[in-house]
């Protein structure tokens, strides 16, 4: 495992770059320092914030079980989430990549299946810092970092390849966030986001529950228990066979919010969905024509996949084709 001191070059103060001013940090007395402000080094990780907010509604979206345990329920389903987000060896194989939203760890666990010179995994999250002390799991070259999609403390062009996958709309401006991942990519790398929120059905009624109960706005431990109990009933449907009458009747089951709509018999896979969906501060849907227009907006030709978006970024400011429209996910 890597420390940060591996990429202490690259990184910038937060707050200076939030100000139009690129300043380089500094490990002092265990903190990162410039002359406006310094930032604490926890367990190995440095939480590069803009301010020390806590880990707020982010830090629980993530039951705190064994990473290994959540790894081992997605493994089967590896493949297929590397094929959906057209990830490509010859683009990540001895690049410098960017995970920009590192959550639970499975995107970390996908990359760790290719052979990139180095992976600088951040999230909002304090749970970043579970992963590292789990880092056995993933790529020997990985650094964790604590920081802000939207104001992301790093060099222009440090990274050849970035991914963002279930991330996007949980950051508190999407289209910012966008427009500082392409602002650390290098000319001729790639940026790949997938498994976005669209504006269905299934996400308008989460969206009403997450309205009408607040489970966001409680005391995280109470809004645990009470999704702990709605993943437990959801579960036992599925293994029961019961899933299309849990749909047409969910108060048969006690259940008051709307989960994945999908027969998922692992409650470890429930539970992630269900904090996923109704604990995080921001819940946006976005359409696939803004994600689009992200793309086009600097300069990039966007192609879509079968779970999301990817564009390279050019190496000349040269007219783009329209953007491609369309998702499915």
């Not at 180095?118 to 920081?147: K, N």
């Not at 222009?156 to 650390?184: C, K, Q």
């Amino acid at each position: 495992m890597l420390g940060f001191e591996e990429i202490l070059g690259d990184l910038v103060c937060p707050r200076g770059k939030a100000q139009g001013a690129i300043e380089s940090l500094a490990l002092v007395d265990g903190r990162l320092r410039s002359s406006r402000r310094s930032y604490p080094v926890i367990d190995g990780v440095p939480d590069l914030r803009m301010d020390e907010m806590g880990d707020t509604s982010y830090g629980v979206i993530h039951s705190q079980r064994e990473v290994e345990r959540r790894l081992e329920a997605v493994e089967d389903r590896m493949p297929a989430l590397v094929e959906s987000l057209d990830m490509r060896p010859d683009e990540i194989n001895g690049a410098r990549v960017l995970l920009a939203g590192a959550g639970g760890g499975v995107e970390l666990a996908l990359l760790s299946r290719f052979d990139p010179e180095l992976i600088v995994a951040v999230d909002y999250s304090a749970y970043v810092r579970v992963l590292r002390a789990s880092s056995g799991l993933f790529h020997p070259r990985t650094v964790f970092l604590q920081g802000d999609l939207c104001n992301l403390p790093f060099q222009e062009d440090s990274f050849d390849y970035v991914i963002n996958s279930g991330v996007m709309h949980h950051t508190r401006s999407p289209e910012l966030a966008f427009r500082n991942l392409h602002g650390v990519l290098r000319t001729g790398g790639t940026i790949v986001m997938g498994h976005i929120y669209a504006p269905n059905d299934h996400n308008r009624r989460i969206t009403v529950a997450r309205n009408r109960f607040g489970f966001h706005l409680m005391d995280s431990q109470a809004a645990r228990d009470i999704l702990a109990g709605q993943a437990r009933r959801y579960t036992r449907a599925c293994r029961w066979g019961l899933l299309k009458y849990l749909k047409r009747y969910p108060r048969l089951f006690g259940m008051k919010v709307e989960l994945s709509g999908r027969n998922l018999t692992g409650y470890e896979q429930n539970m992630t969905s269900a904090c996923d969906y109704y604990l995080c501060e921001y819940r946006h849907t976005i359409t696939p024509e803004e994600v689009c227009s992200w793309y086009d907006h600097v300069g990039m030709t966007v192609e879509r996949t079968a779970k999301g978006f990817r564009g390279r970024k050019p190496r000349s400011l040269e007219p783009t084709e329209p953007a491609a429209q369309g998702f499915s996910g």
